[in-house]
């Protein structure tokens, strides 16, 4: 059973950084790619960054510059590097992988950018 749990989302004030991971398990046979998005009660849910099971990474243009994703194969772990965080950086984030056209999500972990 494919799970996968994030973590590291809090309250941060603007400027600061955040790093989120995601543990994930149950994926077997093959190291597939894998995505952060992010959601707000306003917006529909969207794409942060995604990354192949390769190392491969790639940004929407409206992310690029303050979010690194990266992932530790040998941990089973991804990461969410969020630098220069802004108030409408507020939203809850969830990994996501795609296994044979079916979508995994994890519960999703609330980031707060606030003074």
């Known amino acids: 059973q494919v799970q996968l749990v994030e973590s590291g989302g809090g309250l941060v004030q603007p400027g600061g950084s955040l790093r989120l991971s995601c543990v994930y398990s149950?994926?077997?046979?093959?190291?597939?790619?894998m995505a952060w998005y992010r959601q707000t009660p306003e917006k529909s849910r969207e794409l942060v960054a995604t990354?192949?099971?390769?190392?491969?990474?790639a940004y929407p243009d409206s992310m690029k510059g303050r979010f690194t994703i990266s992932r530790d194969n040998t941990k089973n772990t991804m990461y969410l590097q969020m630098n220069s965080l802004k108030p409408e950086d507020t939203a809850v984030y969830y990994c996501?992988?795609?296994?044979?056209?079916?979508?995994?999500w994890g519960q999703g972990t609330q980031v707060t950018v606030s003074s």
């Open positions: 149950g994926i077997i046979g093959r190291i597939y790619s």
């Open positions: 996501n992988t795609n296994i044979e056209f079916r979508n995994y």
């Open positions: 990354i192949s099971g390769g190392g491969t990474t």
